[in-house]
């Protein structure tokens, strides 16, 4: 099936959609080329997340930001904090959207999903909406009392009416076996023979760990195992600092800090000849999550040997921060989508260790997954989905039973199995 085919017929004939599958199908990549054939047209499209983080990730803002629902947990707290009514300028640039992304649904509440909807309806939205995740994979933020809901348990998400695709082919490995491993870990089953193969991945770490990437739970340890292994190469440390641009006077200094936590950039990368890089997005010549070794580092560039011997000179890139802006255009009022302010940087990470969360999108050949800092459902799936090589896998021993690790939401996963999906390859 030609799915860009199937879901630009789609939204075109004014079908809301909901995109879904398993981690490495290809969903960001068919997300990105919607929204490039939509702007291809001149159509506007407002490309939304519910974190700042996977808001980035498709170039665009936070749902927060762009429907202006302050920090409104509900529509009752829309209410109290007088920001139910919709402002004019709001609904304006709602309206004039042709089509609405929200990426990574799975981390939508149904109350955030609710205020999403409220907001459509004030502006009278005309255009599509597209959802685009997995409700087996990263779930909504809750504080430990509250309980844990999904867009899907909305009232309004059924007035959505979506027409589900769901995409089945794995483009990240084709290893038969892990592929079926993957799917019984996405859906929770844990039976002998899943503890058998899980099991055959637990090894001993190599002397030399420079060659992998260790995939934590946290922050801190992800940076103290880089600082670690960086330190202990020999040579010179190079220090690269992101160049910021501000467009507008009025961006301060806490949006900026902000944004580039959300879009894991960090404010200097530090690097020596030697050591091992991810690569932080796609290019021609490179992929998201794919290796290399620093080469040479020079004052424009840096040069990065990939594991095929070929070597790449990479420059730095932007990424921007946007809002929709009134501008007169040719004496008429026209909403433009217009950068706040610009960051340029080298699209790579040290790849001694990441998080699991910041390794969203990547695909990764050598890995080494920390399961000690595994705590929340498809936490361990959306960990083990980044593997490209299930050879260059290695599990360190759990100090949980894997029933324990491996686990995901009731909710979502009754949901999913509902077979809720229209069209699948």
């Not at 983080?53 to 665009?60: E, H, V």
């Not at 220090?239 to 641009?245: A, D, H, P, Y």
């Not at 730095?316 to 501008?327: C, F, G, L, N, S």
Request: one cysteine or more; proline letters at 2%; a neutral charge.
């Amino acid at each position: 099936m030609n799915y860009k085919s199937v879901t630009l017929e789609l939204l075109r004939s004014g079908k809301n959609l909901f995109i879904t599958g398993g981690g490495g199908v290809g969903k960001t990549t068919l997300t990105r080329t919607i929204i490039a054939e939509y702007e291809a047209d001149a159509k506007r499209v407002a490309k939304l997340a519910s974190t700042g983080m996977a808001a980035t990730l498709i170039g665009g803002q936070t749902l927060h930001s762009f429907l202006d629902l302050g920090i409104a947990k509900d529509r009752e707290d829309l209410k109290a904090r007088g920001k139910f009514e919709i402002k004019k300028a709001i609904k304006k640039r709602i309206s004039a959207m042709d089509l609405i992304v929200i990426d990574e649904i799975s981390m939508v509440s149904d109350t955030l999903f609710d205020m999403v909807a409220l907001r459509l309806q004030q502006a009278e939205f005309g255009g599509v909406v597209l959802v685009v995740g997995d409700f087996l994979q990263l779930p909504p933020v809750v504080r430990s009392s509250e309980v844990l809901r999904y867009a899907f348990d909305a009232k309004s998400w059924q007035h959505m009416a979506f027409e589900t695709i769901e995409l089945t082919h794995i483009y990240r490995t084709d290893d038969r076996d892990f592929i079926e491993l993957l799917h019984q870990i996405r859906f929770g089953i844990v039976d002998a023979n899943v503890h058998e193969k899980l099991n055959s991945f637990i090894k001993p770490l190599p002397a030399d760990l420079s060659g992998y990437t260790f995939l934590f739970g946290k922050n801190d340890s992800a940076a103290q195992h880089n600082k670690k292994e960086l330190g202990a190469i020999d040579g010179d440390l190079y220090t690269k600092e992101v160049q910021i641009v501000k467009h507008t006077t009025k961006v301060t200094q806490q949006e900026i800090d902000r944004f580039m936590r959300d879009a894991r950039i960090d404010a200097l990368l530090e690097l020596k000849i030697g050591a091992p890089i991810l690569f932080s997005r796609n290019a021609w010549n490179y992929y998201n999550g794919e290796r290399g070794v620093v080469v040479k580092i020079d004052e424009s560039a840096l040069y990065i040997q990939k594991q095929d011997g070929k070597v790449v000179k990479v420059e730095r890139v932007a990424q921007h921060k946007t809002e929709w802006k009134e501008r007169l255009i040719e004496g008429k009022k026209e909403l433009v989508e217009e950068p706040v302010v610009s960051l340029y940087h080298y699209p790579v990470q040290l790849a001694f260790g990441i998080t699991i969360h910041k390794s969203q999108g990547m695909s990764i050949s050598d890995l080494i997954i920390d399961t000690k800092e595994i705590f929340a459902p498809s936490q361990f799936y959306v960990a083990i989905s980044r593997a490209s090589n299930p050879h260059g896998l290695i599990l360190i021993a759990p100090q949980r039973q894997w029933y324990e690790l491996i686990f995901t939401n009731r909710r979502a996963l009754e949901y999913v199995k509902g077979g809720h999906c229209d069209q699948k390859s």
